[in-house]
């Protein structure tokens, strides 16, 4: 895979650690990624959640390098033994693991002798990795073609998104981003609206629609959304609105974002 950049790349997070799939931990990077990622005018297209195994992170990364989706990687980049992902990026994309010259300069930079014999171990990197600046102890992060990898702790790593995106992706920024429109949809089952919806996305096609039935039984009722450009989604709402009308179903209109 190649350093190649398009305009209709996707974003991707990994988050790695045993702790987030046992439970005993709660993942805050998401929702913090997405806010950031809205401020650009972006938007998160998956995210995979895996434990902190050498074998696991390496099988994911080789399956997402193929991709050419942006990627950031939280966690396991530390000192410890159970950081293992400074090990697996270098596997995963084939490059010797070295004591990094520039990550080495900055971590003795900072520390001085007690950079030894520890801390230096956040040194040791994918050969050919490029340095991402950690804004908090200069500790860095690293960069292997689309893949970035960030420490776990969210003071860190956000700033270190934020930079990497507005260093490298800034042709992914969306200065008239796409809006979001909701209505309650009520008494009316999912079944019959689906031939209005079909419609709905031959006539605005660059409309997407979401429908969520309630699971809490209060009559019928859906979640309804029209996500798009601005002007694709006024379209479509005052036409689904007439079109609701038409079929006599009762709808209340929720919020646009």
Request: aromatic share 8%.
């Amino acid at each position: 895979m190649s350093n190649a950049v398009s305009t209709d790349q996707k974003i991707g997070l990994i988050l790695i650690g045993d702790e987030l799939l046992n439970g005993s931990r709660q993942d805050k990077h998401m929702a913090r990624v997405i806010e950031i990622l809205k401020a650009r005018g972006m938007s998160l297209s998956w995210v995979r959640m895996i434990v902190d195994t050498r074998e696991e992170i390496v099988a994911n990364l080789k399956q997402t390098k193929a991709l050419n989706d942006v990627v950031f990687s939280f966690g396991g980049i530390g000192a410890t033994p159970d950081d293992q992902t400074r090990a697996a990026a270098s596997e995963a994309f084939n490059q010797k693991f070295i004591r990094h010259p520039e990550a080495k300069a900055l971590i003795e930079d900072k520390f001085g002798e007690s950079a030894y014999p520890s801390r230096i171990l956040m040194a040791d990197l994918p050969e050919h990795a490029t340095m991402i600046p950690n804004p908090v102890n200069q500790v860095p992060g690293f960069k292997i073609e689309h893949h970035h990898f960030v420490p776990g702790f969210p003071d860190m790593a956000w700033p270190m998104v934020e930079w990497v995106l507005d260093t490298y992706y800034t042709h992914l920024k969306n200065d008239t981003p796409n809006v979001e429109w909701r209505w309650d949809i009520l008494g009316t089952p999912e079944s019959v609206l689906l031939p209005m919806m079909n419609e709905l996305l031959k006539k605005f096609e660059a409309v997407n629609l979401s429908s969520l039935p309630s699971t809490v039984r209060r009559g019928d009722l859906i979640d309804f959304g029209l996500k798009g450009p601005e002007e694709d989604v006024t379209k479509a709402a005052k036409w689904l609105e007439e079109k609701l009308q038409a079929m006599d179903v009762a709808y209340k209109f929720r919020e646009a974002k």
